[in-house]
């Protein structure tokens, strides 16, 4: 398929999650990160977007998000406005389906960032412009979509067969790890206490996906078995935004499920460490791996940038 004829398949689609979108479609969106990153390495400008405006609509906090989001916007030529929910009358109860009809009139695109994944589903079916998901307590594609990128910039384009081992809390990010990876064909391990494991709605579609592409969906208790020679280990927050209260027996059921140096040499030696930040050191991860010469954080936490400036510049 010629580049052109995906940018037209692309234009005015949503972004809720990478199980809407084919192989083919992820790598064309991976190819152009690497495009536009180029070219902001370059000093070059890439203004695609000019006289666009895309809405960011947050109800939980958030620091790489909205500023790759608003930055990103920048410098593709177009217009980013926060919205708090707090300022919006959504806040105040106003219908989720007549914001989107509102909002539809006057914006080019959305990000939301909110609790409830049905409200995303629910903007998207009212809206008559993109929907892009900024995280869910389901799902966090953009996220996923960056960290693909990293991960070709470190172990090459060729993804199939790579194993990746998530530790820790079976949450969002992990649900989007095992959809974005069952696309590339990847072999996903998900290693969490039984109470914590992923949810079974987003395993099963995984696993479908796995099945079509060759890759793997496996989950375990077992951190040895899921760690041992993994290319990419991954860690995120025990207690995820809006589990503040469950913090205590999160962090006593999630004790054992740590990426440390211990675990770093059961993983491949060129293994990678990857954590989607905010990190809690000591804690989902050690502070000498976050700082040690396996963890790629930082430039995960870069690519954000360049990944959503992809999917703005398909689909707006
Ligand atoms: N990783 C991530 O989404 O970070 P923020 O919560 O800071 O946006
Ligand atoms: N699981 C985390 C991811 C933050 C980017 C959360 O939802 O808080």
């Given at each position: 398929m010629s580049l052109l004829h995906m940018d037209t398949k692309l234009?005015?689609?949503?972004?809720?999650?990478?199980?809407?979108?084919t192989a083919e479609e992820i790598v064309y969106l991976l190819d152009l990160a690497d495009f536009i990153k180029a070219k902001v390495k370059n000093g070059?400008?890439?203004?695609?977007?000019?006289?666009k405006t895309l809405g960011l609509i947050f109800e939980k906090s958030s620091t790489r998000t909205r500023v790759s989001f608003e930055v990103g916007m920048v410098q593709l030529g177009g217009y980013p406005l926060f919205l708090s929910s707090n300022d919006l009358q959504m806040g105040r109860g106003e219908p989720i389906r007549d914001t989107a009809r509102v909002l539809s009139r006057y914006l080019d695109g959305i990000m939301i960032r909110t609790y409830n994944h049905n409200d995303v589903e629910e903007l998207a079916a009212y809206a008559d412009i993109p929907i892009i998901n900024g995280l869910t307590d389901a799902l966090h594609p953009c996220q996923v979509l960056a960290d693909l990128q990293t991960i070709r910039e470190y172990k090459?384009?060729?993804?199939?067969?790579m194993k990746l081992a998530y530790i820790g809390d079976g949450n969002n990010m992990a649900h989007s790890l095992m959809i974005g990876g069952a696309k590339m064909g990847m072999e996903v391990y998900v290693a969490s206490p039984g109470e914590y494991n992923p949810d079974s709605h987003w395993v099963d579609i995984a696993k479908e996906i796995a099945k079509e592409s060759g890759g793997k969906i496996i989950l375990t208790q077992d951190i040895g078995e899921a760690s041992k020679k993994a290319d990419v280990l991954y860690a995120d927050v025990?207690?995820?935004?809006?589990q503040e209260k469950e913090t205590a027996e999160r962090v006593k059921a999630l004790s054992k499920y740590q990426i440390n140096d211990a675990l770093i040499k059961k993983a491949a030696k060129d293994v990678i460490v990857m954590h989607c930040l905010p990190a809690h050191r000591g804690e989902e991860i050690a502070d000498e791996v976050i700082e040690?010469?396996?963890?790629v954080v930082f430039d995960e936490a870069e690519n954000r940038l360049h990944a959503q400036k992809a999917v703005l510049a398909s689909l707006l």
């Open positions: 234009k005015g689609r949503d972004f809720l999650s990478l199980k809407d979108y070059e400008p890439y203004e695609v977007l000019k006289g090459g384009h060729n993804l199939k067969g025990w207690a995820s935004m809006g040690g010469e396996h963890s």
